[in-house]
T-cell receptor
Framework: KNEVEQSPQNLTAQEGEFITINCSYSVGISALHWLQQHPGGGIVSLFMLSSGKKKHGRLIATINIQEKHSSLHITASHPRDSAVYICAALYNTDKLIFGTGTRLQVFP | EADIYQTPRYLVIGTGKKITLECSQTMGHDKMYWYQQDPGMELHLIHYSYGVNSTEKGDLSSESTVSRIRTEHFPLTLESARPSHTSQYLC?????????????FGSGTRLTVV
């Protein structure tokens, strides 16, 4: 059983919509990563957080340690945001467990 | 601008061939990783290294081998490629725990064995 669960698996949106992707994990972790994977396969690290909230441009990531839950929000979505977003839990300070990803498509 | 480089980007090769996937990073990270990702599936750790001359097998069993002779270089080798090895292979490196353990990923190598 995957110890990192993401929802939804697939998400479509119209340009400008507010988007939320959720991640739940079942083990005690050191930190949680949000990653973005483009169709070509390359991965970009968006956020690493262990508590609270981080913001970068139109992207916001939050984590609730007690509830073992994290969310990634995209404000004013744009077609270039279309990608797979992956949640990854870091445990033992150096091992990542990955979720299966959320495939986001934003249409103009 | 990428600080971790993987080559080749795409590779189609015949069964039985020996192949080496290259991964190099310029950040001086001690920790490096190889992940395997089948289409539409999550990434799985197949090898990792904590520094020069340190290599360990990951959570997913793999017939590949790795070496770490230099800090910046972490190549992965398949002695005899098979169609079951067809997958995407992603290399990553990370900083130490005390420095925030940020991860940097390469662009990946998409391997097809025919």
């Amino acid at each position: 059983k995957n110890e990192v669960e993401q929802s939804p698996q697939n998400l479509t949106a119209q340009e400008g919509e507010f988007i939320t992707i959720n991640c739940s994990y079942s083990v005690g972790i050191s930190a949680l990563h949000w990653l973005q994977q483009h169709p070509g396969g390359g991965i970009v690290s968006l956020f690493m957080l262990s508590s609270g909230k981080k913001k970068h441009g139109r992207l916001i990531a939050t984590i609730n340690i007690q509830e073992k839950h994290s969310s990634l929000h995209i404000t004013a979505s744009h077609p270039r945001d279309s990608a797979v977003y992956i949640c990854a839990a870091l445990y033992n300070t150096d091992k990542l467990i990955f979720g299966t990803g959320t495939r986001l498509q934003v249409f103009p | 601008e990428a600080d971790i480089y993987q080559t080749p980007r795409y590779l189609v090769i015949g069964t039985g061939k020996k192949i080496t996937l290259e991964c190099s990073q310029t950040m001086g990270h001690d920790k490096m990783y190889w992940y395997q990702q089948d289409p539409g599936m999550e990434l799985h750790l197949i090898h990792y290294s904590y520094g020069v001359n340190s290599t360990e097998k990951g959570d997913l069993s793999s017939e590949s081998t790795v070496s770490r002779i230099r800090t910046e270089h972490f190549p992965l080798t398949l002695e005899s490629a098979r169609p079951s090895h067809t997958s995407q292979y992603l290399c990553a490196s990370s900083e130490d725990y005390d420095r925030g353990y940020g991860y940097t990923f390469g662009s990946g190598t998409r391997l097809t064995v025919v």
